[in-house]
């Protein structure tokens, strides 16, 4: 994971790290008085499942061209384990994980957004962030959908956000391949705390390609939302905030207890036979390593093997054997788990040493056996030789003029700086992620789909003094799990992060950024104009 030999900060799950990198007011002191998820009993709740969405109106019932759905934004409490009160979320037809939308393949489905929160927020909105307006509504939202070949107007571009009592509709195409996209909250300076609050749900494209190779589905295809949140004795989400009353922004959001599709400490009942998990990191900032455990106890991570079949953007061209997976905020990973073998037995699933999902595999199955495909997709690499322009594009962070807050910055621009990224329509490009600073950042472009080319140092200090890029090392390619088409790259500490972007699908404005949600809250996220 470390070949180029570039020492490597992560936001890791259960703070083994570096909120450190020195930005922002430091958060405040934690209190002794939150609660503890070590506190309850763990693997008592059964892993909630989020349900299918169902459409008002069939594609094809009448004259009805596509699918249509209402989906409504309100507030709930929810159970996040048996021994805990019911938890404030805000959540998609009031669900955390909102309901899963099953899309085929290149057919379009409408769906109207109904924001029914209240009035107000209840999580600490920062006024001095960049769109956070305090003139406008507390409880704004709009909907993106992450991954999704989706013309600009239903984007969920962050500035078209609505209030409580007015809705959006959205319309999406779905020609694009086969993959596990998701749904979120976009709105402009306050995206981490919609987000936090619960926005969230899946949205599954399936093509009859993917169909044809018999992966494991049904019961045996479990969707996985991870992200982590703090609660207090009350059992209520806590989201920390700096000693500044007036600037409560905080740099990066580390909980303390990681919930599995909303639930804490979980167990999934699974028959001896193989499983297909896709798996969402829906984090504000921590990046997951991912394992398999047969012991639960937190000493070790897990070293039993299991297989990555796809990536963000579908499938891998042949699946990948791996033991530990990293996976960072934005990122989706297809896995295959075979607990053929395992009857009667007992698995942990992890982050680190935590073992945070319990799988209790049954005596016997009935499921036939299925036996993977060697082959799952081509994945035509997109050559280098056609590039119509390289942009070298810095990561930087920035002290503001009253040298208190600081923010992260995407070319050393803001976000309401004119647009200087124009790519044509068609055209191919490399972006060069140059990231300065000690820790990952995971970039994400909406509309388009990308393959990873490399990762190389550089010389840092000369590049945050002139701007003058110097690579100091060889490059490395990706990991054998990234050589899949992405949507989000982890642009890791001091190094140059090339991608490789063909720019297929709308004109139009549409946004990229970095997705540690408090980063991309406070401008490093920029608008980007697919033009004609
Ligand atoms: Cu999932 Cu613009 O993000
Ligand atoms: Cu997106
Ligand atoms: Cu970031």
């Not at 769906?111 to 006024?127: K, S, T």
């Not at 969920?156 to 979120?184: I, K």
Request: charged share 25%.
């Amino acid at each position: 994971m470390n070949r180029n030999g570039t020492r490597r900060k992560f936001l890791d799950f259960f703070g083994n790290i570096a909120l450190a990198a020195g930005f922002g007011p430091q958060p405040a002191r934690r209190s002794l008085l939150s609660f503890s998820p070590y506190s309850v009993k763990r693997f008592v709740d059964p892993l909630a499942i989020p349900p299918v969405a169902r459409s008002l109106a069939p594609a094809g019932s009448g004259r009805v061209k596509e699918a249509r759905y209402r989906i409504t934004i309100r507030e709930l409490y929810m159970k996040v384990h048996r021994d805990m009160k019911p938890t404030r979320f805000w959540g998609y037809d009031g669900l955390v994980p909102g309901p899963t939308i099953e899309a085929e393949s290149g057919e379009p489905i409408a769906i109207e957004w109904v924001n029914a929160l209240p009035g107000r927020h209840f999580l600490p909105i920062d006024y001095t962030l960049h769109g956070a307006g305090e003139n406008g509504p507390e409880a704004r939202t709009v909907v993106h959908l992450h991954g999704g070949r989706t013309p600009p107007e239903s984007d969920g571009y962050p500035e078209r956000w609505f209030p409580p009592g007015q809705s959006a509709r959205c319309r999406y195409p779905n020609g694009q391949e086969a993959a596990m996209l998701f749904y979120h909250d976009h709105a402009m300076g306050i995206t981490r705390l919609n987000c936090l609050a619960g926005l969230v749900g899946l949205f599954l494209v399936r093509d009859s390609y993917e169909r044809s190779l018999n992966l494991p589905s049904g019961a045996q295809e479990i969707p996985i939302v991870l992200f982590d949140r703090s609660f207090d004795l009350e059992h209520q989400l806590a989201y920390p905030v700096s000693s500044d009353p007036a600037a409560p922004w905080v740099a990066d959001f580390l909980g303390d207890a990681l919930l599995v599709n909303g639930k804490l400490f979980p167990f999934l009942e699974v028959e001896p036979c193989l499983y297909r998990f896709r798996v969402l990191n829906f984090s504000n900032g921590a990046v997951y390593r991912l394992s398999l455990s047969e012991d639960k106890y937190p000493i070790t991570p897990g070293s039993e093997s299991f297989a990555q079949i796809g990536t963000d953007q579908g499938l891998l061209p042949s699946a990948v054997n791996l033991r530990t997976l990293m996976l960072a905020p934005g990122e989706r990973a297809d896995l295959i788990i075979d607990f053929s073998q395992r009857a009667g037995q007992e698995l942990f699933l992890k982050t680190g040493v935590i073992a945070f999902l319990q799988f209790r595999v049954k005596a016997a199955t009935a499921v036939p056996r299925i036996t993977l495909p060697e082959r799952l997709r081509r994945v035509e690499r997109l050559a280098e030789t056609s590039i119509a322009q390289t942009r070298i594009l810095s990561l930087t962070a920035k002290v503001d003029t009253r040298g208190v807050q600081r923010q992260m910055l995407l070319n050393d621009a803001r976000w309401h700086m004119p647009i200087t990224e124009k790519p044509k329509r068609g055209t191919t490009e490399i972006w060069a992620f140059v990231n300065t600073m000690e820790e990952a950042h995971p970039m994400h472009l909406h509309m388009v789909r990308f393959q990873i080319l490399d990762r190389r140092p550089f010389d840092v200090d000369r590049f945050r003094n002139t701007r003058e890029l110097i690579l100091t090392g060889p490059p490395t390619p990706p990991a054998p799990n990234e050589e899949g088409w992405k949507d989000t790259v982890r642009a890791d500490p001091m190094v140059v992060t090339r991608i490789v972007v063909r720019f297929e699908g709308f004109i139009g404005r549409y946004v990229w950024h970095c997705h540690i949600l408090e980063h991309e809250d406070n401008e490093m996220m920029r608008p980007y104009e697919i033009v004609e």
